[in-house]
């Protein structure tokens, strides 16, 4: 996430880790559609010794692409209903158990959102997420409210965005695919450009556990347009799933044989 302070031992031991070429990458992926084509573009195989508890759904994909490790997880389906286990709970859970399992250096979260066109976000539109924070979280009591919302920094990439020349904006997590007028409200007050149902999510345990993570969100139908949330997901979501492959195939370029610093 964002850098510590400097000074302390910790800020010392961060700096001297954000100086070495990055040499493991951890995907963290919410959907099945989302998750193959970049599975497909590196090459990546599926883990046959699953590094994750017994019996859970959890899939693990990895390879090496040029000098870089890549991990890929995703949720798997629902041992019952058998759809994408999408939402902040899995991902929270499949998150922390690849950090623990894989230590990577750096996470991606790569996926679709919905956007917002008063932000100006367009379908196919992809964003490299500045901020993320939840917008259903809402707990009105004093300082409660602030870890309700968990406002957090993704990781600084200068060097990324100026190079891959994308857009910018902040994205807001909740665990419903419509938008509440409370979630509305919560969405406008954290200034969002874009919303999913995962990002906040794995930026919470990326925080907690210390591994900087950044965000690529690929819009896949407009918030505050004209057309029902859910028939556009699913009417652009091969689109944009193509979209989102091609600037994840670029950002992963530009990362390789660069440490953290460079980014």
Known sequence: ?????????????????NRKPISSILFVIAMQTEAMPVVNKFQL?????????KG???????????DLHINLVWPGKDLTLGVDSVGTISASLVTYAAIQALQPDLIINAGTAGGFKVK????????????VAFHDRRIPIPVFDLYGVGSRQSFSTPNLLNELNLKVGKLSTGDSLDMSPQDEASIVANDATVKDMEGAAVAYVADLLKVPAIFIKAV?????????TAEEFLQN?????????????????FISGKCLSEL
């Open 120 to 131: 100006g976000a367009c379908i196919s539109d992809v964003f490299l997420v500045s901020d």
């Open 237 to 253: 979501l091969a689109a944009v799933t193509a979209a989102l492959d091609q600037a994840v195939a670029q950002v992963v370029d």
């Open 56 to 66: 859970v759904p959890w899939v693990r994909y990895h390879g090496i692409y040029k």
């Open 220 to 228: 896949t139908d407009i918030v505050d347009g004209d057309k029902p």
């Open 1 to 17: 996430m964002a850098p510590h302070g400097e000074g302390s031992e910790e800020a010392l031991v961060v700096q001297d880790e």
């Open 45 to 53: 195989k599926e883990d046959l010794d699953p590094v994750f508890p």
